[in-house]
């Protein structure tokens, strides 16, 4: 069974630019999660989706947004990047999402460079 | 809010040392309890967890007790190995949601051959 793939693996933009990132879930797994890792702030949570609605998000601002198409596939977008939006962005998969007894897969993420 | 405090890092041990890495947590209701691992240029793997109070998680050697009465889910391996070097995250969620996970700033492990 393949894992959560994220692509790209690394990306490199410039302030004021956007930018896409793209999560496939584990196959079967219908809730999909964002998080996003720095140095600073440690790993916090964007957003997530299920059925291609979002059901929970965190504190962020409106730049920070997100989409799941029917097949669970996740992309989140991030306008107007400032350069404290580098950062590893992580996504994670998991069956239904809605219990503590459910594992959450995480992908190997993307790590976004805005210069 | 809901909130995980861990132990600072870096943390750096001799093989076969003990390891204790503090966890303590501030949160409403009963969440579930976990450690993650992150080994260098990987995502993030679930090491273990905790349901309810006075569980025991365990995985790989390393175990962790849900304390309620102290708030606390301290990690624990009596012989580290050198392949045991990575980053560990205390992390909660609440029941409610497996999704939506509070996670600690993160501990590094170095273990010296």
């Known amino acids: 069974k393949a894992g959560v793939t994220q692509t790209p693996r690394y990306l490199i933009k410039t302030r004021g630019q956007q930018v896409t990132l793209s999560c496939s879930p584990i196959s079967g797994h219908r809730s999909v999660s964002w998080y996003q890792q720095t140095p600073g702030q440690g790993l916090q949570f964007l957003f997530e989706?299920?059925?291609?609605?979002?059901?929970n998000k965190g504190n962020f601002p409106g730049r920070f947004s997100g989409r799941q198409f029917s097949n669970s596939r996740s992309e989140m977008n991030v306008s107007t990047l400032e350069l404290g939006d580098s950062a590893l962005y992580l996504c994670?998969?998991?069956?239904?999402?809605?219990?503590?007894?459910?594992?959450?897969?995480f992908g190997s993420g993307t790590q976004l460079s805005v210069l | 809010g809901n909130s995980v405090t861990q132990m600072e890092g870096p943390v750096t041990l001799s093989e076969e040392a003990f390891l204790t890495i503090n966890c303590t947590y501030t949160a409403t209701g009963y969440p579930s309890l976990f450690w993650y691992v992150q080994y260098p240029g990987e995502g993030l793997q679930l090491l273990l967890k905790?349901?309810?109070?006075?569980d025991k998680g365990s995985n790989k050697g390393f175990e962790a007790t849900y304390r309620k009465e102290t708030t606390s889910f301290h990690l624990e391996k009596g012989s580290v190995q050198v392949s045991d070097s990575a980053v560990y995250f205390c992390a909660l969620s609440e029941r409610s949601s497996a999704s939506k996970i509070i996670f600690g700033s993160g501990t590094r492990l170095s273990i010296r051959p």
């Open positions: 905790a349901t309810k109070a006075d």
């Open positions: 989706y299920f059925s291609e609605t979002q059901r």
């Open positions: 994670a998969s998991s069956l239904e999402g809605l219990t503590h007894n459910e594992k959450l897969f």
